[in-house]
């Protein structure tokens, strides 16, 4: 079962701390590096596993040694997004790598996607736009724990 928990406000200085340490390890490699999903948006229940997304230029070995060398490991069979109902984009607009910790670390799931992509401008937009409504940020919390009862967690 997947287990929700109440917002916690220490997520944001976790971010924080991963930031600046995934920073020093990609430098120049990462065009910039966001705090995504539900712990990102304030008040907002969620798994207590931080979501960040790194956007690059491209997927390519340098990314992937400076993540290990970070230690991150590739989850190698995600490869892509789920592409939103109504959209008819190129599957090429939703491919992106995930990483995980390798040791016991924080819980943390690594997004690794393309500058200027649907799926790296959907997840900013997404995170942006529960922050600026809390009425709807809560709605879609409750649909969350009413769904979590029923579902194993995958990620």
Same mark, same amino acid.
């Given at each position: 079962?997947?287990?929700?928990?109440?917002?916690?406000?220490?997520?944001?200085?976790?971010?924080?701390?991963?930031?600046?340490?995934?920073?020093?390890?990609?430098?120049?490699?990462?065009?910039?590096?966001?705090?995504?999903?539900?712990?990102?948006?304030?008040?907002?229940?969620?798994?207590?596993?931080?979501?960040?997304?790194?956007t690059v230029e491209s997927l390519d070995a340098a990314v992937e040694?400076?993540?290990n060398q970070a230690g991150y490991q590739r989850v190698a069979h995600?490869?892509?997004?789920?592409?939103?109902?109504?959209?008819?984009?190129?599957?090429?607009?939703?491919?992106?790598?995930?990483f995980k910790p390798i040791a016991s670390q924080r819980p943390v799931?690594?997004?690794? /996607?393309?500058?200027? @992509? !649907? %799926?790296?401008?959907? &997840?900013?937009?997404? /995170?942006?736009?529960? @922050? !600026? %409504?809390?009425?709807? &940020?809560?709605?879609?919390?409750?649909?969350?724990? !009413?769904?979590?009862?029923?579902?194993?967690?995958?990620?």
């Amino acid at each position: 079962m997947i287990m929700i928990v109440p917002y916690q406000p220490n997520w944001q200085n976790e971010f924080l701390s991963l930031q600046q340490a995934l920073h020093q390890t990609l430098d120049n490699l990462a065009l910039r590096i966001d705090h995504i999903g539900s712990t990102s948006v304030p008040g907002l229940a969620a798994k207590d596993i931080i979501d960040i997304q790194i956007t690059v230029e491209s997927l390519d070995a340098a990314v992937e040694a400076a993540l290990n060398q970070a230690g991150y490991q590739r989850v190698a069979h995600l490869t892509q997004d789920h592409l939103p109902p109504g959209r008819n984009d190129s599957s090429d607009d939703w491919i992106q790598w995930v990483f995980k910790p390798i040791a016991s670390q924080r819980p943390v799931n690594v997004h690794v /996607r393309l500058v200027g @992509r !649907a %799926n790296q401008r959907y &997840a900013l937009l997404f /995170r942006d736009y529960l @922050r !600026a %409504n809390p009425a709807i &940020a809560q709605a879609y919390a409750e649909v969350k724990l !009413a769904l979590a009862k029923y579902h194993p967690d995958r990620c």
